[in-house]
């Protein structure tokens, strides 16, 4: 069976939406679920939606931000850092009354995730990196996202590029085109001169005192596998699970990574 067929459209139905403003920049928050509160942070693209949530929310409550620059938030031409990120995010989870919570990052949202860990660790209870971005490790680089070409794009968000093309709208129109350019615009403000990550982050990581699992796509072509080892020996308290047959969306691709984050959280 063609796992495409599997795939649903991406739908916010059933979140609940709020907007905040954050040093005067609106900031749209999805939520869904109860209980104790998990905060994901999403990669450089919203496009792949967030079905995962849905099963985190059966005993969890998912809190979902766009981005600055993102999704339906409003753009903020100032943050041009990861690290302009992390003081957004930490006057949001100020808004938000969140003292002590978990924190869920994928891809360009893990390399927010971390540095936020790096410097706020006291506010973390687990961290969860999906195919994180963020830590250069050079003898196994990752390609420059900005040098690919869009036809080859699936097959590096997913072992099976039919998975990702799923993903997209049957026929894109131009709203789906301007959001796809504005967040590509908003990620090369961050990223278009360190498309490696944070040269100078690996030397802080033994600050990330809290539990921390590293999700990895077998697979993945955006933060090659062999580089996760270096990962999990800067991570004082951290481990690697490696899903089989999956890509850099591994959310999207394989309820496996959704299983196993759900179980690290129910520790």
Same mark, same amino acid.
Not at 207 to 214: A, D, F, G, H, K
């Given at each position: 069976?063609?796992? &495409?067929?599997?795939?649903? %459209? ?19 928050? !999805? ?22 949530? *849905? ?33 957004? !995010? ?9 003292? #002590?919570?978990?924190? &869920?990052?994928?891809?360009?949202? &893990? ?21 994180? %971005? ?23 968000? %997913? ?5 990702? #093309? ?14 796809? !350019?504005?967040?590509? %615009?908003?990620?090369? *403000? ?8 944070? #040269? ?38 951290? #481990? ?28």
């Amino acid at each position: 069976m063609n796992i &495409a067929q599997n795939i649903k %459209t991406p739908s916010m139905e059933g979140f609940e939406r709020s907007e905040y403003s954050v040093a005067g920049t609106k900031t749209v928050v !999805y939520s869904i679920g109860s209980g104790d509160p998990v905060v994901f942070l999403h990669g450089g693209a919203t496009f792949p939606g967030f079905e995962f949530a *849905r099963s985190w929310a059966r005993e969890r409550k998912v809190i979902i931000p766009h981005h600055p620059g993102f999704g339906e938030s409003g753009d903020d031409d100032k943050i041009n850092s990861v690290h302009d990120y992390v003081l957004h !995010y930490l006057e949001l989870f100020d808004l938000l009354e969140l003292d #002590r919570f978990d924190l &869920a990052g994928h891809s360009f949202g &893990a390399w927010i995730a971390l540095e936020f860990a790096v410097e706020h660790a006291h506010r973390l209870k687990k961290l969860i990196l999906a195919g994180p %971005t963020g830590l250069v490790v050079k003898e196994h680089p990752a390609p420059d996202f900005f040098k690919i070409r869009a036809a080859d794009l699936p097959g590096y968000l %997913t072992a099976d590029p039919a998975v990702a #093309r799923s993903l997209y709208p049957a026929e894109p129109d131009v709203d789906f085109l301007v959001l796809a !350019y504005r967040e590509t %615009t908003s990620l090369s *403000r961050v990223c278009w001169d360190k498309p490696q990550g944070n #040269r100078k982050i690996g030397r802080w990581l033994h600050r990330v005192s809290v539990p921390t699992l590293l999700v990895w796509g077998e697979h993945d072509r955006f933060c090659p596998i062999a580089a996760a080892a270096a990962w999990e020996g800067l991570l004082p308290n951290a #481990r690697l699970e490696v899903i089989p047959g999956a890509g850099h969306l591994v959310f999207e691709e394989a309820p496996a990574a959704v299983d196993t984050a759900q179980r690290f959280l129910a520790e």
